[in-house]
């Protein structure tokens, strides 16, 4: 069984790198992940590759910290984050 946790939304997208800085509000993010974006014309599902703090890569974000990942397609301000947990 699937539990999806909505991590909060999308806060920045860098087009040129590929990057949207994402607000974490509940719970944490890590290396690995599954992720859930969904926006007004955006969906689309991705495994967390890469993220970054202050220009430094992590492994785990935690609530109250804007992350930078990278992301596969394009998103926009506002998106919201979803995890999925088993």
Do not use: P
Not at 1 to 28: D, F, P, Q, S
Not at 42 to 50: G, K, L, N, R
């Amino acid at each position: 069984m699937y539990v999806v946790v909505r991590l909060r939304k999308i806060t920045h997208y860098y087009n040129k790198l590929g990057v949207a800085t994402i607000e974490v509000e509940h719970g944490r993010l890590q290396k690995g992940d599954h992720i859930h974006i969904v926006g007004h014309s955006t969906d689309f599902e991705q495994t967390v590759e890469s993220m970054e703090l202050q220009h430094q890569q992590i492994i785990e974000a935690r609530e109250g910290q804007d992350v930078g990942v990278e992301v596969e397609d394009y998103v926009r301000e506002n998106d919201f984050v979803y995890k999925s947990h088993i």
